[in-house]
């Protein structure tokens, strides 16, 4: 007989269904047995009873958009007006990060994650150090490598370039992509290679999107900050003939959006390019701290909204954002855009970003048969319950309650 364990609370948050007052979960072997009404729950299961209180009961968050490798950078970076001055004081503070001290933040960065309730992320690294500690850390993660290469004219193998796409964990691991980090950072024939090598192994694409005023100048004249950046990187090409294209018109042009692109940020953008994301199946990324720390401004959230844009949410790297804690970004938008709902709010932050990630039928809700990665929020007092519930997962005020590793006897 399976060893079944219910979970308790004052509300239970099922993410793909209504909110259930006095809810419960059953839990054996690592999965989720059936979510309802405590009550109803104690008539179907017998097993011992944990009963978390006036906590709210949530799946994990998800954690969508992060470099973990940046984790060292945290508190070194001010906020600032704009996204160059950001990006510039971002790249000097790097360079002067020793090996120890990156390994010490990705430990750090990996601890802060599990603190804050985040069971799966969306790993974006251009140097492939993060890949051995997160296998080791019980995370679930994606993991785009990213490739930068504005000189980078010839077509091919992308290993050729890339060694790491040549190993077994590119090889063999559904949950290894690679990336495109930004149309201002990568030519239009490593673009095509990158999209290539994902689309014949049917994986995700992830890439920075129209998240300045900088890279829209950029891909409009040639000129400003990017393309003295490049000149200073000895990355250049005086062949370069700009697209005379936004953002999002550019990687259309090239073939590269699709159901399979995960765009971070897509700040820069209008209505009839929002609508062509949608058509296009793109997923967008929120970033909103990491957008208001580097100066890069507000997602136009209202058109995305409107037109029906999948969404997720990612907290971008502790180069621009204090912690990796997703109720903070969570907090911010139901500040900025009150009149979105709450369950709309939490759904970007658990279902919208297990399915950007390719992990929806594990993750991401409270569904019977998906993991048992259960947190509690304790929602601080004398407000309604979503907006408590943010406050309180701000706070900190978030506890594991539950792990797919904690299984019953049979």
């Known amino acids: 007989m399976v060893s079944v364990t219910l979970h308790r609370a004052r509300r239970v948050v099922p993410v793909d269904r209504p909110v259930i007052d006095d809810g419960g979960v059953a839990v054996a072997r690592g999965l ?28 994990c968050l998800v954690n969508a958009h992060l470099h973990l490798e940046f984790s060292a950078l945290k508190n070194r970076i001010p906020p600032q007006p704009d996204f160059p001055r950001w990006l510039t004081a971002t790249l000097a503070e790097a360079d002067r990060l020793s090996p120890y001290e990156r390994e010490g933040g990705l430990e750090m960065g990996l601890r802060e994650l599990w603190r804050f309730g985040i069971g799966l992320i969306g790993e974006v690294s251009n140097t492939g150090l993060s890949l051995e500690p ?20 010839e077509d091919g193998p992308l290993a050729r370039d890339f060694p790491i796409f040549l190993t077994p964990a590119a090889l063999q691991d559904p949950h290894f992509s690679a990336a495109a980090h930004a149309p201002y950072s990568v030519s239009p024939a490593l673009f095509r290679r990158v999209a290539a090598w994902n689309r014949r192994r049917q994986r995700p694409m992830a890439v920075h999107l129209a998240e300045s005023e900088a890279e829209v100048e950029f891909l409009h004249t040639g000129r400003g900050f990017f ?18 294209l936004s953002p ?36 967008v990324i929120l970033c909103p701290r990491s957008n208001r720390h580097t100066g890069a401004g507000r997602a136009p959230l209202g058109l ?3 037109a029906g844009l999948p969404l997720a949410l990612g907290t971008d790297s502790l180069a621009s954002v204090e912690d990796y804690n997703l109720f903070r970004d969570l907090l911010l938008l139901h500040q900025d855009f009150p009149e979105v709902p709450g369950e709309e709010l939490i759904a970007w932050a658990t279902l919208g970003g297990a399915r950007a990630l390719g992990f929806e039928a594990e993750l991401g809700s409270l569904t019977p048969g998906k993991q048992a990665a259960l947190i509690g929020v304790t929602p601080e007092a004398g407000a309604d319950f979503w907006e408590g ?16 590793d904690e299984e019953g006897e049979a």
């Open 134 to 153: 997160l296998r080791e850390s019980g995370l679930d993660y994606h993991y785009f490598y990213e490739c930068l290469g504005f000189d980078l004219q």
């Open 248 to 283: 999002v018109a550019y990687l259309h042009s090239l073939g590269i959006l699709g159901a399979d692109t995960l765009a971070a940020h897509c700040l820069q953008v209008t209505e009839a390019e929002v609508e062509l994301l949608a058509r296009e199946g793109v997923t």
């Open 32 to 59: 989720i047995r059936e979510v309802g009404r405590f009550a109803d729950l104690k008539q179907h299961w017998r097993g011992p009873v944990l009963d978390h209180g006036e906590m709210a009961l949530l799946p």
């Open 304 to 306: 995305f909204r409107r």
């Open 389 to 404: 519930l943010l406050a309180g997962g701000a706070a900190g005020l978030i506890e594991w309650l539950a792990t797919p």
């Open 227 to 244: 393309r003295e950046l490049l000149e200073a990187r000895g990355r250049w090409r005086d062949d370069f003939r700009p697209p005379g």
